[in-house]
């Protein structure tokens, strides 16, 4: 495909995502119709639909309205590129640019030039403080690929000589001791031995630091509350020797755990809510909350405009709920580790102030956030001692 191409097939899959659909649903439909398209093309537009999201209110001031062709074209103009040289209306490039376009114009606003939400954009900036400009244009732009040295299986040294040997340049991540940030070459990760044969897992910088954070040791009980597809899971069983389980209200989100976990040559007993209700109770308690992603929304971009007022009230109640129930599956002495990977403080802080008025024999040990600016997501952390 040429690049012109490529740009009307990312305007197609944009016009259906801002329609309501689902970005990976709208870009695996048009890569089922379009089976003449390669896998550089697929990339390559998946690249143009993931930046446009991100950046949907500025790009959509600069291209003259919030449409695929107009995000399309606010993409261009942000990079100081004429549209005019692609959106030719020759073979399957875009139709030609017409008055109906405009001319472009600086996003109006604060919050729009950072491409955030308005209605949310104060309880940001009270939640970040100073960071929250810096942190704002952070998640503009694309995450880094990060993946997680499995310490079972290799070192990290190792593991990026054999990288460098399949032509994939890694360097180590200061927020973690076994990550490894990917530079050119990063898209082969998914063909390289290394991965299949369960040495490296991709896992964000921030979300490694988190685990190593918490106190691990040999022969602790230990449950992983909110598993989803079990990332911290096999990380925690990297760190120790564990009796460790997992559970997320949808299972199906643990249905790759198994083959995962004996990948990287660990055992991990997996729950309903029957088991789990006989399990007991466990030395530790990993909580990774449901929430509103706001750390991570450079790699999830449609849930930044997706979120309401209404939805976010419903996630601090089912954190609450969840926080409820890990307290009572926490033994006696045992540890309560709360995690999510939002940036605002009404899903954090404010979270585990409610936790611990309403159950008093819990002790914070300390707690912790990461933003983009460190180099991973943004994350937060509380330890508690339950007495």
């Not at 439909?29 to 446009?52: K, P």
């Not at 070192?155 to 340049?169: C, K, S, W």
């Not at 709920?321 to 002495?333: F, I, W």
């Not at 309560?336 to 159950?359: F, G, H, I, K, P």
């Amino acid at each position: 495909m040429t690049p012109a191409a490529r740009v009307a097939a990312a305007i197609e899959v944009l016009d259906e995502i801002l329609a309501g659909a689902p970005a990976e649903k709208a870009l695996t439909g048009w890569a089922r119709r379009s089976r003449f398209a390669g896998s550089g093309d697929r990339a390559a537009i998946r690249d143009h639909v993931f930046d446009a999201i991100r950046c949907r209110r500025s790009f959509a001031a600069l291209g003259g309205a919030e449409t695929g062709r107009g995000l399309m074209i606010g993409a261009m103009r942000a990079a100081d590129t004429d549209p005019a040289a692609l959106f030719t209306g020759e073979g399957h490039a875009p139709a030609p640019l017409s008055a109906a376009d405009g001319q472009g114009a600086p996003p109006e606003g604060r919050f729009a030039a950072l491409d955030c939400p308005d209605w949310l954009g104060p309880e940001l900036e009270a939640s970040l403080g100073p960071d929250f400009e810096p942190v704002m244009e952070a998640l503009r732009h694309r995450a880094p690929v990060t993946l997680r040295v499995n310490a079972r299986k290799a070192d990290v040294e190792e593991v990026r000589r054999a990288l460098t040997d399949e032509g994939i340049e890694a360097k180590p991540h200061p927020l973690a001791s076994m990550a490894l940030t990917l530079g050119a070459g990063a898209r082969r990760i998914g063909n390289s031995p290394l991965y299949h044969g369960g040495m490296v897992e991709i896992q964000d910088a921030a979300s490694q630091a988190v685990v190593e954070a918490l106190p691990l040791r040999d022969g602790q009980r230990v449950l992983d509350l909110c598993a989803g597809g079990g990332g911290k899971t096999l990380a925690m069983a990297a760190r120790a020797e564990l009796d460790l389980h997992a559970f997320d209200i949808a299972p199906r989100r643990m249905k790759d755990l198994p083959a995962r976990a004996d990948r990287a040559g660990v055992r991990v007993t997996l729950h309903d809510h029957d088991s789990l209700d006989r399990a007991g109770t466990f030395d530790l308690v990993l909580v990774d909350a449901p929430c509103s992603g706001s750390g991570s929304w450079r790699r999830t971009p449609q849930a930044k405009w997706d979120l309401t007022p209404e939805r976010l009230d419903e996630l601090t109640a089912m954190q609450d709920t969840v926080l409820s129930e890990a307290t009572a599956r926490t033994a006696q002495g045992g540890v309560l580790a709360y995690a999510t990977c939002s940036l605002l403080s009404r899903e954090n802080d404010a979270r585990v102030a409610a936790l611990r008025a309403s159950e008093p024999g819990l002790d914070l040990r300390f707690e912790r956030r990461w933003t983009p600016r460190d180099g991973g997501d943004g994350f937060y952390l509380a330890v508690m001692d339950r007495n």
